[in-house]
């Protein structure tokens, strides 16, 4: 069970970017389970370098940062007995496409500069920075099959040996569950960039075949939950 008090503190920063902003940070940690998921599996070790593609208005750093600063303030009182510390990654460096969701994320996390910086750019062109840890939640779908074979090739060569890739997609091979994350996604691009583009979609199988010739080692975890049922996380990681 995700304490309460940690969703409202890593949402609160979002007060200062607006009712929008605060209202959808709180919803999506509070009900989309890979926030809490990475957290309870201590996915992301200390001293990451975080890249985060598509990194919308900036929520996983948000999340690591206010988890951290709730565990130090209150960890003997609720921090879940089964869930590792949380970690202090050493910089989260986000790509995201719409200007409106950057400025959100620079709002909220404004004093965290020193190691959080978000950049408006498309995953597609733009450089990425050597990293430990890459997450790429819900985005891959927004870009055609071309790109997606072209970020991911990109991505294992910008993780460190022993990185890791945490892709969050919806497994095209599941049906209605495939549909309503599709359509779920659709609308939030229209309401939070105003634009609409067509998505992308590959099953859990074709995502599979891709990492595998890019020698990831991937493990499978089912992600779903409410309307999100065919959601999957891939934790892909390099050899050693
Ligand atoms: C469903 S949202 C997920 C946001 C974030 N990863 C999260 O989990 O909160 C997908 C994000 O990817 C961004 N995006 C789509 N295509 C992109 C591209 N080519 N380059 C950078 N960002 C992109 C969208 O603007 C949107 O903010």
Not at 113 to 119: K, L
Request: one cysteine or more.
């Amino acid at each position: 069970m995700v304490p309460n008090a940690l969703i409202e503190t890593a949402s609160r920063p979002y007060r200062a970017a607006g009712r929008f902003a605060w209202h959808f940070a709180s919803a999506k940690l509070r009900h989309d389970p890979f926030f809490a998921y990475i957290l309870a599996h201590g996915l992301i070790p200390d001293g990451a370098r975080i890249l985060d593609l598509g990194s919308g208005q900036g929520l996983l750093a948000a999340w690591l940062i206010g988890a951290r600063a709730w565990h130090r303030d209150h960890a003997d009182q609720a921090w879940p007995a089964n869930w590792p510390a949380p970690p202090a990654p050493q910089s989260i460096y986000g790509i995201e496409l719409t200007p409106r969701d950057v400025d959100r994320a620079r709002i909220a996390l404004r004093g965290n500069e020193a190691r959080v910086r978000f950049f408006c750019d498309d995953i597609r062109v733009t450089p990425f920075p050597q990293a430990d840890v890459v997450v790429a939640c819900d985005v891959l779908h927004y870009v055609d099959s071309n790109a997606q074979e072209a970020v991911l090739h990109r991505v294992r060569t910008s993780l460190a040996s022993g990185g890791m890739l945490l892709l969050r997609v919806s497994d095209a091979a599941a049906g209605w569950r495939a549909s309503v994350d599709r359509a779920v996604d659709f609308g939030m691009q229209l309401a939070r960039s105003g634009r609409t583009s067509g998505l992308t979609v590959r099953s859990e199988a074709q995502w599979l075949a891709l990492l595998g010739e890019l020698r990831f080692d991937v493990t499978i975890c089912p992600m779903g939950n409410g309307t999100h049922m065919a959601n999957r996380l891939l934790i892909a990681r390099t050899a050693g």
